[in-house]
């Protein structure tokens, strides 16, 4: 009784101080307002029109998916795919991982900013160049087809090859924080005893990483199964979820269906998700012995570092192979036929595209700040204000990280296409839904940037501002905002290079009159015009470079903060 008597007064403590500062609770309904809106309600929908045929709920979507092979192979394929590039992502990853903190490398941030490359572009920029590589008029066909006889790139062992390359990145950066956080000397300390290199990575430097393995997996193959672009480059016959919702929408006009297709892949990103977010990150190995030295493994036998530098070294010959095939396939007249060397098809690009650069240029530029206020704000109450549905607030503004583009896309046509109770405006069509899908899809980065920053933040600096006669606008914007300055910048870099790369869910919501560089791309490859693609590749991971160029010199002199590349892994 004392217990709910104790919870009952600080929750009514709580509304008594929000109550104080109305700027504030206009602030906390409005979002919630925004989350419900932009959020939930297009997650709904899908829902609903996956269940609702003829005005009525009916199972039948759902029983002709299960029952028929047309339907539910896809569903499967996805899962095939997801658990290959999962498991090869993760193994690259851990290696260069390893390589990086426990190996005296050469050349370490070159081989660090090598990794993580393929994350400024694009993902179908990797399906692009295999097509230029390994395509019918491929580079590197001819000497193939020799050795092992007729093959195609397109299929299950094309997707797993570009998606690899593509995710690997990722588990490479949470495998990297992981094993930076181990302390060195632990392993140091068990060879001393005389354990050998073999017994100390099985029973210390493995069990510790776990956690680390399991979320990276889990990350990578929510990844792979949202995946879009690639699939609808490169996948051939080999038909995944992600692309047959939006071919089952926008080539057969069943929104019923393809909403159906959606919640299907919907469900195990959700599971992987949750698994991910709590399961493993509940889930400690580490016992802290002290503050780790940060120093690299000594006296490395050479067993150990040739493996480990060979497998860094591919990678990055491949890395390098594949984006250098896009740079080189840009200047060719017609790649396959003749390799003469041209600008025409940066002068056609220009021609073709700019409307595209602008669109795509204007609508990320005003979504990026946007999502990173509204991100380091949520983050802001999440962690310093207490109020009923601070939880919910978190889980529902973190919710789009996890849902697949395919499905926002969809939900975002099925719920602005019309007036509704929450918004009597018609959003289809113009250019906010584009920004709006964009803000909301980014956002969660952002929250987590500010949560990780105002974590190491001493809340007494904000209560004494507090004490001496501030409310809670004013602390924010004087104390707390410029502490998380840096946090702030660097969300910015990873907001503006997913809004600049996005193809997923903005494909469902762009129109004739605004529409995206990505789209452009897409539509190039659909119409074998692969140096054109090429080229619009490259300006597109120019902008992004620049763009994290500029945001990094920010920065740099506001302070010393996270590094942009830290804070979009």
Request: with cysteine; charged share 10%.
């Amino acid at each position: 009784m004392f217990t709910k008597n104790r919870k009952l007064n600080e929750i009514i403590g709580n509304l008594q101080l929000i109550w104080k500062e109305p700027l504030l609770l206009v602030s906390i309904l409005l979002i919630f307002y925004f989350l419900l809106t932009f959020v939930v309600f297009p997650i709904f929908q899908v829902f609903k029109a996956s269940l609702i045929v003829n005005q009525k709920i009916d199972l039948s979507n759902y029983l002709a998916i299960f029952s028929k092979r047309y339907y539910y192979q896809p569903f499967m394929n996805s899962m095939i795919l997801g658990i290959y590039t999962a498991t090869l992502g993760t193994i690259i990853g851990f290696i260069f991982a390893y390589a990086l903190t426990r190996t005296p490398l050469p050349f370490k941030n070159f081989f660090r900013l090598t990794a993580t490359f393929p994350i400024i572009s694009p993902p179908f920029v990797v399906a692009l160049s295999a097509i230029l590589l390994f395509g019918r008029a491929g580079t590197l066909t001819p000497y193939i087809n020799k050795i092992i006889g007729d093959y195609t790139i397109y299929g299950l062992n094309g997707l797993i090859l570009v998606e690899t390359i593509a995710y690997a990145p990722t588990a490479f950066l949470v495998l990297y924080g992981i094993l930076q956080a181990i302390d060195p000397s632990l392993e140091e300390a068990a060879m001393d005893l005389g354990a050998s290199r073999g017994k100390v990575f099985s029973t210390i430097t493995l069990p510790l990483s776990t956690p680390g393995i399991a979320s990276a997996w889990l990350l990578v193959f929510i990844q792979s199964l949202a995946d879009f672009g690639n699939p609808m480059v490169i996948a051939g016959n080999y038909r995944v979820l992600s692309v047959q919702a939006y071919l089952q929408i926008a080539g057969m006009y069943d929104t019923s269906r393809g909403a159906t297709l959606a919640i299907l892949l919907f469900i195990p990103t959700m599971v992987a998700f949750f698994l991910q977010k709590y399961w493993v990150s509940r889930k400690s190995y580490v016992t802290v012995t002290g503050k780790p030295t940060g120093s690299t493994i000594k006296n490395l036998e050479w067993y150990i570092k040739l493996p480990v530098y060979t497998s860094c070294l591919i990678f990055t010959a491949i890395v390098f192979l594949f984006y250098g095939t896009i740079i080189h396939g840009s200047f060719q007249t017609l790649w396959g036929v003749n390799p003469a060397l041209t600008l025409k098809h940066y002068v056609e690009m220009f021609q073709v595209a700019r409307d595209y650069i602008i669109d795509s240029l204007t609508l990320s530029s005003i979504a990026t700040p946007i999502a990173g206020i509204l991100g380091i704000f949520i983050s802001f109450l999440v962690i310093r204000k207490k109020f009923i549905g601070r939880g919910i607030m978190e889980f529902i503004s973190m919710l789009t990280f996890a849902v697949p583009g395919t499905v926002v896309g969809i939900g975002y046509i099925l719920a602005f296409n019309q007036k509704t109770i929450l918004l009597p405006f018609i959003l289809t069509g113009t250019a906010w839904i584009i920004i709006i899908l964009l803000v909301f899809r980014n956002m969660p980065v952002g929250i987590r940037s500010g949560i990780a920053a105002l974590q190491q933040i001493d809340p007494s600096i904000e209560e004494a501002s507090t004490d001496l006669g501030a409310d809670s606008n004013t602390t924010f914007r004087r104390i707390t905002l410029p502490m998380i300055a840096p946090a702030f910048f660097s969300g910015l870099a990873y907001n503006f290079v997913k809004a600049m790369t996005a193809i997923s869910a903005v494909i469902f919501v762009v129109s004739g009159k605004y529409n995206l560089i990505t789209v452009a791309i897409l539509g190039f490859v659909d119409n074998s015009r692969y140096a054109q693609a090429a080229a619009t590749c490259n300006l597109l991971i120019v902008i992004v470079l620049v763009a994290l160029g500029l945001i990094q010199l920010i920065v740099n002199r506001i302070g010393k903060g996270v590094r942009t590349i830290d804070i979009i892994g």
